[in-house]
């Protein structure tokens, strides 16, 4: 049968796993509070990757809100944009800094602004292929209306053309009313 612990449990075992002496294996520690040792480990894991409701942080639980460092891929395009901005301004030094307190690598910030130039010259592209597109489908159309009446005049110059010939050979209406 499986055991059901509760989130308070939780956060206590990974706070204890923690903070045990170095003397302390992280078997004996599951083996006291009556858990399995892979179940502690994946109660701290879970616990590193914020999936528990708090963290232990300094030997205090503290709300995920408050130390939460995401990964570089889980930041949003907004925040992204304004980590460039912030960087901006920043020496090497001071860039190094500045990411090591967001938990980030400076590498990550230069991708990003590397992103965002790529993407707007993308967009600029995206716009000028529109526009290209639209520019051949309306030669496209005015080719297509050009043939159409060009045969439109041929056929009504050989209708005239016709129309001359019947005349000479049996003569106008004209003629025959005289």
Same mark, same amino acid.
């Given at each position: ?6 989130? @308070?449990?939780? !956060? ?8 045990? +002496?170095? $003397?302390?294996? #992280?078997?004996? =520690? ?32 503290? @709300?995920?809100? !408050? ?8 930041? +949003?395009? $907004?925040?992204? #944009?304004?980590? =460039? ?94």
């Amino acid at each position: 049968m499986r055991a059901i612990f509760t989130q @308070s449990f939780r !956060m206590q075992a990974v706070g204890k796993a923690l903070s045990r +002496s170095a $003397e302390t294996s #992280l078997r004996e =520690v599951a083996e006291g509070l009556g858990v399995g040792k892979s179940t502690l480990n994946n109660w701290i894991v879970k616990s590193r990757n914020h999936g528990l409701d708090s963290v232990l942080v300094d030997g205090v639980f503290r @709300s995920n809100e !408050m130390v939460k460092e995401k990964r570089p891929q889980d930041w +949003s395009l $907004e925040e992204r #944009l304004d980590m =460039v901005i912030a960087c901006g301004s920043l020496d090497e030094e001071a860039m190094s800094e500045f990411c090591r307190e967001k938990g980030i690598y400076p590498h990550h910030v230069k991708q990003w602004k590397l992103g965002f130039v790529d993407g707007a010259a993308a967009s600029s592209r995206t716009r000028q292929d529109s526009e290209s597109r639209n520019l051949k489908h309306e030669i496209k159309d005015l080719k297509k209306e050009l043939r159409r009446k060009e045969k439109a005049l041929a056929e009504t110059a050989a209708l005239l053309v016709l129309q001359k010939k019947v005349s000479t050979i049996w003569g106008s209406d004209e003629d025959d009313s005289q």
